[in-house]
């Protein structure tokens, strides 16, 4: 076998603990006779597995009890539609700050659905090099919610601070940062996240949503949409993605093991520093995010050179450092160095990115 450093920005690594434990019990799940795979959502075997993961996720981010957590499916571009539709009757209209692609699509998504909703701010003319200032005084007060995408997985940005919002409920789209490093829940009306980032395998979106904000939802919304529904039924409206869900338990599991997010945000700022670092120490690289603005999951650079870019994710692949090729709508490179990528990973790439530089001068 031969693993290689994953860089991908998602689907993305794995730990390898929760594979090794997937693979031990993929044949036969406990006593069960059967792969988790295999199993009723509403068997005996299941039930402690989708509680479990719960349980754990409650721990690992502290959720008060005020907050639902539900385990659906779609993606998080499923919830750019679900959000207006569950919450927009609050108020009817909404606000949006756009910081790149994904909160972009989140609001041409509510627009398109004929809302009153609004753009408060955006770095769309610095080519998302930061993420915008937000103020209380920009929001509307009578906003349903203020909308942002809080680590910008492409441009390799993140808010460094949750904005105060004051009473209008802040929704925030986590999916390339959640259980990376430790939040405030209670800041937060709705957080939502893909799953296929950083907590498990495609297949699985989680939200968190405050109680009293699952009473606002268009009567006429699509019932698979409809955050209450399935509040109320313990996210088996329908079937869940069983076993992604039991994929993102053995990952909250193991960072239980580990000691919690704290953990997780000392070894995540451990591994972003060695990269950023060496990337400020230099001039062979340019690393196009304002420092205050740069992200712990998603490193950008770029060489300056689209020529030598190419060159390099493809030589980087051949030394078993794959899919570090930027995002195709603005090249250079991304590392994503989620909570399964080991420090070694980005030891190999800083070690490699010196390699390349003396063996590639520029013209
Ligand atoms: C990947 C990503 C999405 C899209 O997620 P899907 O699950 O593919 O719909 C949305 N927002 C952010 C921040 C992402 O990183």
């Keep these: 076998m031969n693993r290689v450093y994953n860089f991908s920005a998602g689907p993305s690594m794995l730990p390898m603990p929760v594979l090794q434990r997937a693979a031990d019990e993929l044949l036969c799940y406990g006593d069960s ?12 075997d299941y039930e402690p597995i989708i509680a479990d993961a719960e349980a754990m996720l409650r721990k690992l981010m502290n959720i008060p009890d005020n907050y639902k957590v539900l385990f659906l499916q779609g993606g998080a571009s499923t919830q750019f539609a679900a959000i207006p539709l569950n919450l927009i009757g609050r108020t009817g209209k909404a606000d949006y700050a756009v910081s790149g692609q994904f909160s972009g699509k989140a609001f041409k998504e509510a627009q398109k ?30 906003a349903a919610y ?13 808010y460094p601070y949750i904005p105060d919002t004051g009473d209008v409920p802040l929704v925030a789209d986590l999916s390339s940062c959640i259980i990376s490093e430790p939040v405030d829940v209670s ?13 498990a395998p495609a297949g699985l979106t989680l939200v ?20 209450k529904t399935m509040a109320e039924n313990g996210s088996m409206y329908n079937t869940p993605p069983c076993y992604t869900i039991y994929m993102a338990k053995l990952v909250y599991e193991w960072i239980l093991s580990l000691g919690g997010l704290d953990v997780m945000k000392e070894m995540n700022v451990k591994k972003a520093n060695l990269l950023y670092d060496y ?3 230099q001039d062979y690289y340019i690393a196009p995010v304002k420092k205050e603005s740069r992200s712990l999951m998603n490193v ?27 995002h195709r709508s603005v090249g250079g490179m991304r590392a994503s160095i989620y909570n399964a990528m080991p ?12 390699d390349f530089a003396a063996n590639n001068p520029k013209a």
């Design 343 to 354: 420090y070694e990973g980005v030891e190999a790439l800083v070690a490699f990115m010196k």
């Design 33 to 44: 006779g059967m792969s988790v795979m295999e199993m009723s959502h509403r068997s005996a």
């Design 279 to 281: 990337l400020d120490s």
């Design 113 to 142: 659905m004929g809302y009153d909703v609004k753009c408060i701010a955006t770095t769309k003319d610095d080519n998302f090099d930061h993420v915008p200032v937000i103020t209380k005084d920009m929001i509307r007060p009578d």
């Design 187 to 199: 800041k937060f009306g709705v957080i939502y996240a893909g799953a296929q980032k950083n907590m």
């Design 146 to 158: 203020l909308h942002i995408c809080f680590n910008n997985t492409i441009y390799g940005t993140k």
């Design 208 to 227: 968190i949503v405050r109680e009293d904000l699952l009473d606002y939802a268009d009567p006429k919304m699509p019932t698979m949409l409809e955050w």
């Design 300 to 326: 950008t650079f770029v060489t300056g050179d689209a020529e030598l870019d190419k060159k390099f994710a493809k030589e980087a692949a051949a030394a078993g450092l794959k899919n570090l090729k930027g």
